[in-house]
Each structure stands twice: as structure tokens, then as C-alpha cells.
């Protein structure tokens, strides 16, 4: 009996295996396009997944409604504006450009020139002073003749 | 002095963008649907499979959509507070039973109370995708002419009751 109970559990990886592929659609170029358009897409409940890895049972229901209006012949950016109707643009990955969010997409630029023009100040500024302290000939005399002194010691 | 005050206005400004940052709830993400038309639906009746529901019938009243499940834990937490609106006759509240089997459903008003004056079947998700759904409970406060104008994520609370959604609901009401 014991021996049966083994072997079952033996066989036991045999039959069962991972859940990942569970809701694929018939035609796998149709699953190839619909995962390659959920992988741009966030998962609302665990929200750093993609649509496409997430196992949340609305990521599932997601993915079959992408893979149904595909089905229907529908292109992705139909899919995408149908998403981002209910969903908002929390749902792509990838923000739009808009007005509300140049300084997501524009401010690190301008915090590259604000600091590069920064440098160029100071950098500037530091060579002015430099040049500022050269000496005069006869300070430079004075100085050679008093380094000389400390060398002759 | 100029070498402290400038790293120390920076952290500063960092400081308060992280302070801010901490008390917002990535959870909430604003919805798109918020003064745009309820979406249409017509589903059958939990109670009444033989009935349907459509929010077509609530034009010209101010009313709440509250999406709900057996399942949902949340949902526990917030059955009582409905159950006290519902008592106070304000505003009507219907039932959207979410991705849910309909003996669950049922079971589930029969023991705690049932708030709504209906609650429609939403059994494969697919209305609570076209409101926009992705954790319940939500609830919608929807005005006469049919347009969203609150949305709630997560369970209503005697708090949010109080100080947002019985004063939008007084005002819609006036209008």
C-alpha cells in the first residue's frame, strides 16, 4: 500500500504542471500578438506585473478580452484606447506625452542642461580666479629669489 | 555657507517629494470614467434571474452602483455600512455582483443583510471591465442624467460616507 502511495506521489509531477499557459487561445500567432500587447500593459492589481505575466483573475479576464477583439480583427492601438477608456493611462507602461506629464518625460533634460550650465559656471568662475592670482614679473622675481634662499639653506 | 545651504535645499525639497510620496496610495488610480456616462449594461436581476437591470431605468434619480462579492473580503467590512445607508432611505443603492456564482451571492445577503434595492449578475466580469474594475468593492455615485461622479475604491466607510459622498449626493440631488 505504502509502496503504491509512492509511486502515486512519484507520478504526481507527471501529471500536474505549471499554470502559466493555462487561458491560451487556439490560434498561437493570435497568443504570440496578445502577449507581445500585454506585455506593455500594467496589471492593475498587482501593479508591477505586466498583463501578460500576472495570474490576478482580472489580468486573465484582460487577456481574454484583448485575445477576443483581436479575434474580432481589431489592431492594438483599438485594444490599447478600449483599455485606457476604463482604466486610464495607468494602465500602459509606456505614459503618453501630454501636457500633465512633460515633466515626467522632459525633466530630466532639463535637469541635465540646469547642471551641465552649472559646471560651465564654476568651471569658468574657477578659471577667472586662477588667472586673477597670476603674478607680476616683480612678485615673481621676489618670489624665485626668496624660493632660492629657502633652496641655498 | 553657500557649500551647506545648497545640498541642504536639496535634500530638503527631496525630503518634502518623499514625504508626499509616502502618504499617497498607489492603489487608487484615478478613473477615466469620472463625468463621462455610466456605461450601459442590462443584466439579469440576482433575486429574479428572469428580471433584468439596465441603468437606463435610474434616469432622473441620483443612485449608487456598488460592486460587490461573496468572495471579497473587503467587502465584509463594508456590508455594514451600506446596511446603515440603506436603513437612512437616502439614496438607493444597487448591487453589482461581481464574478461571482449565484448561490454565493444570495447566501451572502440572506446572512448579513441585503442593502441593495437590486443587484444585477455580472458573472464573467465583463461590465466591471467596462466600469473600470479591478478591486473590489467600488462604488459609484452616479447623478440623474446617468454620468459618473465618484468613484470609490475599496469599502465605503462611515468616514467617506460623511465627508464625500452624502454631501455630493445632497448637492446632485438638488440639480
Known sequence: ?153 | MMRFTMPLVIFLVLAAFLFVGLGLNPREVPSPLIDKPAPAFNLPQLHDTAKRFSPEEMKGKVWMLNVWASWCVSCKEEHPVLMSLAQQNIVPIYGLDYKDKREDGLRWLAMGGDPYTLSAMDSDGRIGIDYGVYGVPETYVIDKQGIIRYKQIGPVTHQSLRETILPLVAELQKK
Request: hydrophobic share 40%.
Open chain 1, 1 to 153: 500500500m505504502k509502496k503504491l502511495l509512492i509511486l502515486l506521489f512519484c507520478l504526481l509531477p507527471v501529471f500536474s504542471h505549471a499554470g502559466e499557459a493555462q487561458d491560451m487561445a487556439a490560434d498561437p500567432v493570435l497568443e504570440k500578438r496578445m502577449i507581445g500587447l500585454a506585455e506593455k500593459l500594467r496589471c492593475l492589481v498587482c501593479q508591477n506585473e505586466s498583463l501578460a505575466s500576472s495570474h490576478a483573475e482580472l489580468a486573465q479576464d484582460l487577456r481574454r478580452e484583448v485575445r477576443d477583439q483581436m479575434a474580432q480583427g481589431k489592431d492594438d492601438q483599438e485594444i490599447l484606447d478600449y483599455l485606457v477608456a476604463r482604466y486610464g493611462d495607468f494602465v500602459l507602461y509606456e505614459p503618453p506625452v501630454k501636457s500633465y506629464t512633460l515633466l515626467l518625460w522632459f525633466g530630466p533634460f532639463a535637469l541635465l542642461l540646469i547642471g551641465g550650465g552649472l559646471l560651465y559656471y564654476q568651471l569658468r568662475k574657477r578659471r577667472q580666479t586662477v588667472q586673477e592670482s597670476v603674478l607680476t614679473p616683480e612678485a615673481q622675481k621676489r618670489a624665485e629669489s626668496l624660493l632660492g634662499e629657502e633652496e641655498s639653506k
